[in-house]
T-cell receptor, first 114, second 115 residues
Framework: AQTVTQSQPEMSVQEAETVTLSCTYD???????LFWYKQPPSRQMILVIR??????QNATENRFSVNFQKAAKSFSLKISDSQLGDAAMYFC???????????FGKGTRLHILP | DTAVSQTPKYLVTQMGNDKSIKCEQN?????MYWYKQDSKKFLKIMFS???????INETVPNRFSPKSPDKAHLNLHINSLELGDSAVYFC??????????????FGPGTRLTVL
């Protein structure tokens, strides 16, 4: 069975600094997608970034980038120049390409210190 | 311009009651989902529908019955509510279904509190 593990329940970072959130997953499949979702206090689930497993190049979206290590089954999220608005729960998620189901990790709560 | 909307946003009710949560998406997507987020923030899929057809039913008690009158709507009806049903319920949609790896877009969630 596929699982997603986020080993850091909470993290803090100073405003304008860089922070990396960890995620590992377990699968025997080769064709899948990985996502990071952000859930601010408003409760809305917002897609931050997505990575196709067949692509070697790491995905980047402005200040957000991932370090995708397929062999190690690791998918970390790096946030550069952290801003107060980045404070939220961050969920790592996995989806098999041939399946509709997204499997979520338990989340990392990120605090931004002014 | 809301892409995926849910009503109501908050629902407080007594044990044993029956309640419904509505979801609508205006993205033209074919697939819709219901997720449950428990008090520890753990998010888990409950159901998915593709073009009004049930695709995933993730061992949810049969007190939960999704209904899709058309592909833009997926409602969730819950019978005989129990304390353990208290959670945030998210609706989501995606353009296609399995084989496309599509991103899912979430609604704002409905916080259900059962007293």
């Amino acid at each position: 069975a596929q699982t997603v593990t986020q080993s850091q329940p909470e993290m803090s970072v100073q405003e304008a600094e860089t922070v990396t959130l960890s995620c590992t997953y377990d699968t025997s499949e080769s064709d899948y997608y990985l996502f990071w979702y952000k859930q601010p206090p408003s409760r809305q689930m917002i897609l931050v970034i997505r990575q196709e497993a067949y692509k070697q190049q790491n995905a980047t979206e402005n200040r957000f980038s991932v370090n995708f290590q397929k062999a190690a089954k690791s998918f970390s999220l790096k946030i550069s120049d952290s801003q107060l608005g980045d404070a939220a729960m961050y969920f790592c998620a996995y989806r098999l390409n041939r399946d509709d189901k997204i499997i979520f990790g338990k989340g990392t709560r990120l605090h931004i210190l002014p | 311009d809301t892409a995926v909307s849910q009503t109501p946003k908050y629902l407080v009710t007594q044990m044993g009651n029956d309640k419904s949560i509505k979801c609508e998406q205006n993205l033209g997507h074919d697939t819709m989902y219901w997720y449950k987020q428990d008090s520890k923030k753990f998010l888990k899929i409950m159901f998915s529908y593709n073009n009004k057809e049930l695709i995933i039913n993730e061992t949810v008690p049969n007190r939960f019955s999704p209904k899709s009158p058309d592909k833009a709507h997926l409602n969730l009806h819950i019978n005989s509510l129990e304390l353990g049903d208290s959670a945030v319920y998210f609706c989501a949609s995606s353009p296609g279904h399995s084989g496309y790896g599509d991103t899912q877009y979430f609604g704002p969630g409905t916080r259900l509190t059962v007293l």
